[in-house]
């Protein structure tokens, strides 16, 4: 047994500023196989990652790879052993072209130059792996996140790795691009090389794994063949306790009762903006979660930000609770009683140097003051409850959002809005990075505020989260509203015809 | 607390000898040197050594309170050398009535500080309504005024000295309230406040928010541009006051060189007090330290007859360790 | 869409159409603007300027930047010139020396100390401002005129003047390094995100200290041509040509955040500027207006604010999503 | 030898003036700029900000305009060497004012026309010959120097320096940087004061620090001119209204006020007359004793 293994990891302990993120973890990987690793939100799977490629340093452990003692102190190191690694936030280089990004680091020369003519090819030749066209002079910038995911898992897979790690690599990309994504990983497997895949998304790791280790609080728990450990199972290793779930549902998302919805509070009416938006109509009502399906780069994200004024709109016009709405800027909008959960938390979402407190009050800060005087108590009261209300996972208020696992990172961000007790929720990939148990409390939450009276609009990739938390659903594709449906149209066959060839005539 | 909670949080929060080094490297920092000019400067232990440190470190505390501000959303501000001199151009010229008569002399002390200070922060909005509305890289946008704003005091005074005996202007310089130099209580006043709003005020918090991260504070609903513009104005606005308390101290007003380097002895203040350049944190107090100990650096390579190329590289070093030692606290 | 492309040749060719504006106007304008003698001594004069715009481009490129350059210039200059009796290539290799050794301690500070360039190089640019004035004991230091060190800066070769054939080569090189190298790419990686690069296994640290050496180098460089262009090493020149420099690199279109930056626009930059000045001192001699070298310093500060409006409104056009 | 001057009605002259910071700078720029205007010249003007390499591209602008005559005020003796003999090589002749050039580089009569100015190191020595004279037991000096590197300041501290060296009973205590500047002249002045309170005399490079310097004295409770003595270089309006009020012990002049000398040595040399190599212009010398008589003298 012991010579197929191609990593071994024991014993590893982490520690930041004193607080431990790996207790003496351990993480095994065979040759040829494709294996799952999966924890909750902060359990230290990140962590345990960039101690192996040398990212970070480890406090204790030993680590052997490929029958040898393996210690590195850089990633470049590691990539030169043959861990080639994804890591969890999307790291590209964001002004550089699509080549540079897949190809530094391993750059093809002629008379000791670069020889961009062979790099484009290379960079092409993988995409195409991917059924990817693209410009690959162009910067990564440009392109929407799911193929800066994609060109990411494509940069790891053109080094010839004896072990391909993936963390969360499925999180920006939608179903097809997921089975695209599958066939690949199967085809390396093919060839001899191991693959460690870590996602939130259970289902996932059934289609493609062979087996899982579960991590817990810093601590490895379990290590199974997938095939011998049931779902449930693996849920209450992850979670550390049982838990009882509704079978037949996928999310937390329960039944609802359609006569509660209330009146028509949001409506857009051929919103458009660039190429990105062209014709957009969609209305929510109070009571209401609408949900935005579509593939990526439908325009789903930039419609929430036309609605929300984070971009100009170039055409449309949009009501609010039956009165002329024209915000111009994300103030007029907030003001009027909306909120906007991004779906880029670095980029978008966390001020990382400010403390958990501060990032919750950000948006309401200016409501809770008097005369501009920061109203410590009154915030202080606000914060604790939403700390408890989301069981946001933190030493206190004033620890540093950036100490924070990325699925705490997101309740935080979920607080930020919900304190400002909007009227209109716009959730921008709400549950995205975020693990079992912390997915259905979000989804429970959101459930419970449109039971509240609060109208919601759900973008999300994630189709069973559509179908089962939407009481609306709006496809779209390629910036055009193709097709709205009611719960009950709303099954994945319908959703998925919509989304891939729907046309604007089936909308209305 | 019972005393198994005390036991984790200490478990936690392992005490870091560095930490309290970064925490407090300034003050201690500051005290070393006042011990080293206790025992090696001659008559150190006076009142009137207080007051000369005192009074030479005004200008650049003033100046650094703004730039302390700009630099925690993020930015820079090159231009306050220039702005304090076009303050400086401006006031003589008003007071002494060479644009426009006045009677008064109190009116006129008051017009020329209104309108002196008044420009400055005009101006520093300039810089500001470049950097927020043409999205401008602020060391650049202030570049302009760094290298056109001494060109336009030039231009104004001819490049000619002014000079004045005016003690109603210059109480701004060299008069007392309570035996305490009147510039050192503007020094004061303006730490007490800007130290104020950073920590209670919503401004405050929505500076801290754009320098850490501007594309998340936009879409929180803080008025970025509102507030970047405004940030720019004060910086313009106590560069103004610098200019008038240098003015004010030596009877004379010189375009050419009121303020000249004072962008990067506020920016060094600033650096030496703890506040990242890089934006997202602010500490007023720690920029009142920095500046006392860059003062206080220079007084004792001066007063114990170091020469000046001696005492630049000395003044390096000191930068370098200072920030070093803060850098240390907060990484480990 | 190719809205950074767009900017980016916006930021490039913006750049040489001003250039060829500006070079129109002074031949319209000015008698002898285009003459011989005028072209070799512009030519002459700016070739130190773009040598120290080069290396400060590559450290913009990382995200960085150097304050120190004019300062070590200077040091640089007086080293060449105390190594001048030894001859030509004595002086360059002591001025450049010099100047790798302040940007390798500046890239120390800045990999291994982790303190910020600004600051980093603030220091540095006093230590060496004063190591110059000790070295040099306040003074200009002469040069030997006897070794053919003074060719560096006065001579000509093949018609053109040697300091701007050494800034050319310097271009070249460096226009190889960014476009064709893996380290040049990598600079534009780490400056376009550090922690990508280094996720990516970048060796993000070298990379910046190359970039930091290869300024100090540079400006070392500028410095043997300062003391063999007018004969002496002097101390206390380069006051503010950091400044001229990071404009230089900033109207050439290079982003000051990192990440993007072209060195051929850079040069185009570094005339731009330096032209000005001589299109300036034109004017003077015209008689019609007798600019004060105030109105000199006001009209620079407004072509400058000018440039990166119209640079900024172009590529703001091209960028709707903010 | 030094090219020729045409004998012409007026001339497109050029002056390449060091940096325009200061007043002693801004007067003998308007010395010039009167002069050209009286005679009905044209002047082409260039100032270097303070750069020796800058003043030597704007000399090379003049010539590539085609300038008849060049005045440099060059900032350092041997960085302008270069621009004096382009101008040479361009057939043009230069006159030097008020700081001259390495003469083992180039010669007065040969590279150039001629030296016009004072001698830096002199006036140093005709203060320190005042204070050994006048002392009255104040023998503790401090001494604030010009901008470090300049030659006006290395200059004026060892012509000074020499003399009190050689009077064994006097003692320079600090001898520091002031930039030529009045802020920072006081602000030295009070630190050495402060540190060295036996101080009794301050010899300052330039006005504008003596000024600064007289804050100082005050700020620190003494009376400048009882207390402290203080001396000066330059010996502008302000300067010598000092002496007078006892405020400023002396100061010797270095008068700006080029224009009329140097265009005339212009025409005497076109008119073939020979020039001689150095021409030192006389300096005045204020005390207690000749300032107020010649207050209305002082430039
Ligand atoms: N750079 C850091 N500084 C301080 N604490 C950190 C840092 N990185 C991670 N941590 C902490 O280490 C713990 C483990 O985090 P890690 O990112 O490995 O979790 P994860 O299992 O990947 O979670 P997720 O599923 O949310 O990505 C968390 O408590 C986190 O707050
Ligand atoms: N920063 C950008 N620069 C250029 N094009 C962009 C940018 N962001 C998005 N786009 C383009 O706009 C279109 C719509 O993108 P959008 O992000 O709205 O899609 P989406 O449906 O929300 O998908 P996702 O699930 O990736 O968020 C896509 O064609 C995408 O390539
Ligand atoms: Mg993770
Ligand atoms: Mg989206």
Request: glycine share 10%.
């Amino acid at each position: 047994m012991g010579e197929d293994l191609l990593l071994a990891m024991a014993g590893v302990d982490k520690r930041f500023a004193g607080i431990p993120a790996l207790i003496g973890a351990s993480f095994e990987v065979r040759r040829g196989e494709v294996h799952a690793l999966i924890g909750q939100n902060g359990a230290g799977k990140s962590t345990l990652i960039k101690v192996l490629t040398g990212y970070h340093k480890k406090d204790a452990g030993s680590v052997s790879f490929d029958g040898k003692p393996f210690e590195v102190t850089s990633p470049q190191q590691a990539q030169a052993s043959g861990i080639s690694t994804i890591y969890q936030e999307i790291n590209l280089v964001p002004y550089r072209s699509i080549t540079e990004n897949i190809c530094l680091g391993r750059e093809k020369r002629r008379f000791g130059l670069l020889d961009w003519g062979a790099m484009h090819a290379e960079a092409e030749r993988l995409l195409a792996r991917f059924n990817i066209k693209a410009d690959v002079r162009r910067p990564v910038m440009e392109f929407s996140t799911a193929t800066q995911q994609m060109v990411a898992i494509a940069r790891a897979i053109g080094f010839d790795a004896k072990l391909v790690i993936m963390d969360e690599p499925t999180s920006s990309l939608d179903e097809r691009e997921v089975g695209v994504l599958f066939d690949v990983i199967r085809q390396l497997k093919a060839e001899g090389v191991s693959v460690v895949f870590v996602s939130h998304k259970l289902d996932e790791l059934y289609a493609v794994c062979d087996r899982v280790t579960i991590m817990r609080d810093g601590r490895t728990v379990r290590v199974a063949e997938i095939s011998g450990i049931g779902k449930l199972d693996l849920v209450s290793s992850m979670l550390g306790r049982e838990i009882a779930r509704v079978e037949g549902h996928a999310t937390a998302f329960t039944d609802r009762d359609p006569a509660k919805l209330g009146e028509t509070l949001f409506a857009a009416e051929h919103l458009s903006a660039g190429s990105a938006v062209r014709d957009v109509s969609f209305s929510i009502r109070r009571g209401e979660i609408a949900g935005f399906a579509g593939l990526l780069g439908a325009g789903r994200t930039e419609t929430a930000r036309l609605a929300f004024a984070a971009d100009k709109r170039s055409g449309g016009t949009m009501t609010l609770g039956g009165a002329p709405y024209d915000p111009a800027s994300p103030i007029d909008a907030i003001a009027a009683g909306l909120g906007f959960c991004t779906e880029d938390r670095k980029a978008e979402g966390i001020v990382p140097d400010m403390s958990v407190a501060e990032n919750m009050m950000l948006a309401l800060m200016p409501k809770l003051a008097k005369s501009g005087i920061i109203d410590e108590a009154r915030q202080r009261v606000v914060v604790e409850k939403f700390i408890k209300a989301l069981s946001i996972k933190c030493s206190g208020p004033n620890q540093k959002i950036r100490e924070l696992s990325g699925g705490n990172q997101q309740k935080v961000l979920l607080g930020r809005w919900l304190a400002t007790e909007p009227r209109l929720l716009i959730l921008d990939e709400p549950t995205r990075g975020i693990d079992v148990g912390a997915k259905g409390e979000i989804q429970a939450l959101i459930k419970s505020l449109a039971d509240d009276g609060l109208a919601v609009l759900m973008i999300s990739s994630e189709l069973e989260e559509v179908i089962e938390g939407a009481d609306r659903v709006f496809v779209l594709r390629e910036g055009l509203t193709v097709s709205e449906m009611t719960r009950a149209e709303a099954s994945e066959d319908a959703i998925m015809a919509a989304m891939a060839e729907g046309s604007p005539e089936a909308a209305r | 607390m019972t005393d198994a909670t005390r036991a984790t949080v200490i478990e936690r929060r392992p005490i870091n000898p560095f930490d309290l080094l970064a925490r407090y490297g300034t003050v201690i920092a500051l005290v070393l040197l006042i011990v080293f000019n206790l025992i090696f400067t001659t008559n150190f232990a006076t009142l009137q050594t207080l007051n000369v440190n005192l009074t030479q470190v005004c200008t650049i505390v003033i100046v650094a309170v703004g730039m302390t501000l700009v630099i925690a959303t993020g930015g820079i501000d090159l231009s306050v050398g220039s702005l304090m001199s076009i303050s400086g151009a401006l006031a003589p010229m008003v007071f002494m009535s060479k644009l426009f008569p006045i009677g008064n002399i109190y009116l006129a002390v008051a017009l020329a500080i209104i309108i002196a200070v008044g420009v400055a922060t005009l101006l520093g909005l300039f810089n500001g309504w470049l950097i927020a509305r043409f999205r401008i890289q602020p060391i650049i946008a202030t570049l302009v005024l760094f290298i056109a704003g001494r060109g336009i005091a030039q231009v104004m005074t001819n490049g000619q000295l002014q000079t004045f005996k005016v003690p109603e202007f210059q109480f701004i310089g060299l008069g007392r309230v309570l035996g305490i130099p009147f510039q050192v209580i503007v020094m004061l006043v303006l730490v007490i406040i800007a130290a104020w709003v950073i920590r209670k005020t919503v401004f405050g918090r929505q500076i801290l928010a754009i320098g850490g991260n501007e594309k998340a504070s936009g879409l929180s609903g803080i008025a970025v541009k509102k507030v970047k513009l405004v940030v720019y104005a004060v910086s313009g606005f106590c560069a103004g006051i610098a200019g008038l308390v240098v003015i004010a101290i030596n009877s004379a007003s010189d375009a050419n060189l009121v303020g000249l380097g004072m962008e990067l002895d506020a920016i060094a203040a600033v650096a030496v007090g703890g506040t990242l350049l890089s934006g997202g944190r602010a500490s007023i107090i720690g920029t009142l330290l920095g500046a006392l100990t860059i003062q206080l650096v220079r007084y004792t390579l001066l007063a114990n007859g170091v020469p000046d190329s001696v005492a630049q590289v000395a003044q390096a070093v000191i930068i370098i360790a200072a920030v070093w030692v803060q850098q240390q606290g907060r990484s480990a | 869409m190719t809205r950074i492309h767009l900017a980016r040749m916006v930021g490039s060719y913006g750049v040489l159409i001003a250039l060829a504006l500006l070079i129109l106007f002074g031949y319209l304008r000015y008698e002898n603007f285009l003459g011989l003698f005028n072209i070799m001594s512009v030519l002459r004069y700016n070739s130190m300027f773009a040598l120290v715009a080069l290396g400060m481009c590559f450290v913009i490129m990382t995200g960085g930047i150097d304050l120190s350059v004019g300062t070590v210039a200077a040091l640089g200059s007086v080293a060449a010139a105390y190594a001048s009796p030894y001859g030509p290539v004595a002086g360059v290799v002591a001025g450049v020396a010099v100047g790798l050794v302040v940007g390798l301690i500046n890239a120390v500070m800045i990999t291994r100390m982790h303190i910020m360039p600004f600051i980093a190089t603030l220091a540095s640019m006093l230590a060496a401002s004063g190591t110059a004035l000790l070295l040099a004991n306040n003074r200009s230091v002469p040069v030997s005129y006897q070794s053919g060190f003074t060719e560096l800066g006065q001579g000509n070769f093949i018609g053109l003047p040697i300091p701007a054939i050494i800034a050319t080569i310097a271009f070249i090189l460096g226009w190889l390094v960014l476009n064709y190298t893996a380290t040049g790419r990598g600079v534009l990686a780490v400056g376009g995100s550090e922690e990508s690069a280094k996720l990516m296994g970048l060796p993000a640290d070298r990379i910046k200290t190359l970039a930091y050496v290869a300024s100090g180098g540079l400006a070392g460089l500028a410095g043997v041509v300062l003391a063999a262009q007018f004969g002496a090493g002097q101390p206390i020149e380069g006051v503010g040509w950091e400044l001229f420099a990071i404009a230089s690199v900033v109207v050439g279109g290079t982003l000051l955040t990192g990440g993007v930056g072209s060195v051929g626009a850079t040069l185009a930059g570094v005339l731009l500027l330096g032209i000005l000045f001589t299109v300036l001192n034109f004017e003077n001699g015209l008689g019609w207006i007798s600019l004060s070298a105030y109105w000199q310093s006001v009209i620079r500060g407004a072509f400058l604010l000018v440039v990166v409006i119209l640079q900024a409104r172009l590529v703001a056009g091209e960028t709707t999503r903010t | 030898a030094v090219p020729p001057l045409a004998k012409k009605d007026t001339y497109k002259v050029g002056f390449a003036q060091t940096e325009s910071n200061n007043p002693w700078r801004l007067a003998q720029t308007a010395s010039m700029q009167d002069e050209a205007k009286k005679r009905g010249w044209q002047l082409v003007y260039t100032d270097a900000a303070g750069s020796a390499a800058k003043q030597v591209s704007d000399v090379n602008s003049m010539i590539a305009q085609g300038v008849d005559l060049i005045f440099l005020a060059p900032r350092e003796e041997v960085p302008l060497i270069p621009a004096i003999m382009a101008a040479k090589g361009a057939g043009i002749p230069v006159i030097l004012l008020d700081r001259n050039v390495d003469q083992s580089l180039a010669k007065a009569g040969e590279d150039y026309v001629c030296f016009i100015g004072s001698n830096f190191i002199e006036e140093g020595q005709r203060v320190g010959d005042w204070l050994v004279a006048n002392a009255n037991g104040k023998t503790n000096i401090i001494e604030l120097e010009g901008t470090t590197g300049s030659s006006p300041a290395n200059d004026r501290k060892k012509g000074f320096d020499d003399v009190i060296a050689a009077n064994p009973d006097f003692k320079i205590l600090a001898s520091q940087t002031g930039d030529f500047n009045r802020d920072l002249g006081r602000q030295v002045a009070e630190t050495l004061l402060q540190a060295h309170p036996e101080a009794n005399v301050i010899y300052a490079h330039n006005d504008e620090m003596a000024i600064g310097a007289i804050s100082a004295v005050e700020a620190a409770g003494k009376v400048p001119g009882t207390d402290v003595l203080i001396l000066s270089i330059d010996g502008g309006k302000e300067a010598v209204g000092l002496v007078v009020e006892g405020k400023i012990a002396a100061v010797v002049e270095c008068n700006p006020r080029f224009g009329p000398k140097a265009f005339d040595t212009a025409v005497a040399y076109a008119n073939g007359e020979t020039i001689a190599p150095m021409i030192i212009n006389p300096d005045q010398f204020y005390d207690a004793t000749n300032a107020k008589e010649l207050l209305p003298t002082a430039y």
